[in-house]
């Protein structure tokens, strides 16, 4: 790999060696390939090895003390979390509710928005401390490796960027072998199924993942029904953001994201399979149980059916689904994303109140909403009941002119026909 990159800070000497000793931060996130790329940089190379992992939500206080105690274990200088979780929100969740972004109208986005942001974190600790690389665990065969390169290249420029697995080809096999014999006895088995788990969403890779004609079975996923029958969820909206769950008020989205998934993941809601178009050009296919997503988004669309007009909806629809798409393929950067969500933030202004929706075993339906900016009911007339702001006349009238241009068109061409 071409080495461009422009050291921030004096190298360190190695002590008692007189060699020179870089800095490199390893986007740890305790798994099998940066756990072996800690190690090997740091043994191998030499390296002052700071492993960082950026926490979107999806780390539990007791995994981030596992993940320090290896990572020192593995031969890391230093190690730091860096929870970006509400900036994860503030600067991707929140548009994505707004705009109700469903890849295929199916999958919410969770990892590879969350790879964005945790890409950011890292490069903006590079920053802070002068390193001379960065280092990932990516593959070649996947989207991550562009998500963190393309945020590296751009947020971190003239850094070295290292990835063992990729360049190296390396089997997981051979990544255990080399930890075993250092003295690491973690177990990283090779299990069936692989998971990435956030605050939006669980993926599934692997096992029946791999074969198209089938679906994953319940001993696929993390969260199983705990539940019988049904219930009613309320959840309450003001300018588009979840602001209550049952009544009970959230200054803090992020804890009200999660007790939502909560009441919804005990009735096994949000479970899917994916199938779409990978950035690097070829079909991928991932399972996700993602309730809080599912939930969220499912009411705040149906509260924006009562709430926007017919091409507020239609013209958010379009950027929406662009938005997503970039998100997804790692063009958050681009300049225009910023200008997509000041058009989402606009939108809503008027999308305020509850909604109220049933939750069953694996599924849920929506129920009714109150809101104040109710376009549904107002003084002018009720859908198939009553016109109270114009008469009888004034409705053939307007018929009969929105029927000028077909009836002009079948009276040029009577010949054909429908």
Not at 48 to 65: D, H, I, M, P, R
Not at 205 to 221: F, H, K, M, N, V
Not at 384 to 398: Q, R
């Amino acid at each position: 790999m071409e080495n461009n990159k422009q050291i921030t800070s004096s190298p360190l000497l190695k002590e008692g060696t007189g060699v020179v000793s870089k800095k490199v931060v390893v986007a740890f996130s305790g798994g099998l390939d940066t756990s072996y790329t800690v190690m090997y940089l740091a043994k191998e190379k030499g390296y002052e090895v700071y492993a960082a992992c950026a926490n979107t939500g999806g780390f539990s206080a007791e995994q981030l003390k596992t993940n320090e105690e290896n990572a020192y274990k593995l031969g890391a200088t230093k190690y730091v979390t860096l929870d970006v979780t509400q900036e994860y929100y503030d600067k991707s969740l929140k548009y994505m509710v707004f705009g109700n972004v469903l890849r295929n109208n199916c999958y919410p986005i969770s990892v590879s928005s969350e790879r964005i942001f945790q890409a950011l974190a890292i490069a903006r600790y590079a920053n802070e401390i002068g390193a001379d690389a960065i280092a990932h665990g990516s593959t070649g065969a996947g989207n991550d490796q562009i998500r963190f390169d393309m945020t590296f290249l751009v947020k971190a420029p003239g850094v070295e960027i290292i990835t063992l697995t990729r360049d190296n080809n390396l089997t997981r096999q051979e990544e255990v072998d080399y930890l075993n014999s250092h003295g690491f006895n973690a177990d990283f088995a090779k299990l069936k199924y692989s998971y990435n788990v956030g605050i939006w969403g669980t993926s599934i890779c692997g096992g029946e993942i791999l074969d198209s004609t089938q679906g994953l079975p319940e001993s696929a996923y993390l969260k199983h029904p705990t539940k019988d029958g049904s219930e009613i969820l309320s959840l309450g909206f003001e300018k588009g953001e979840l602001v209550s769950v049952n009544g009970q008020k959230y200054s803090d989205k992020i804890k009200a994201i999660q007790a939502v998934e909560e009441i919804g993941a005990a009735y096994a809601i949000g479970r899917d399979c994916h199938v779409g178009d990978t950035i690097i050009g070829i079909k991928g296919r991932v399972g996700f149980e993602a309730a809080a997503p599912m939930l969220i988004i499912g009411a705040h669309r149906f509260l924006e059916k009562y709430t926007l007009s017919k091409w507020q909806q239609y013209w958010k629809d379009q950027v929406s689904n662009w938005y997503g798409m970039f998100l997804h393929e790692s063009q958050y950067l681009e300049p225009v994303m910023p200008d997509i969500e000041a058009m989402l933030q606009s939108s809503q202004r008027n999308v305020n109140g509850t909604v109220t929706l049933e939750l069953r075993p694996y599924s849920f339906q929506t129920v009714g909403c109150d809101t104040p900016d109710d376009l549904v009911h107002n003084k002018l007339g009720e859908y198939g009941e009553t016109a109270k702001a114009w008469t009888s006349e004034d409705a053939k009238g307007f018929i009969k002119v929105m029927s000028t241009p077909l009836r002009a068109y079948y009276l040029a061409h009577p010949d054909e026909k429908r």
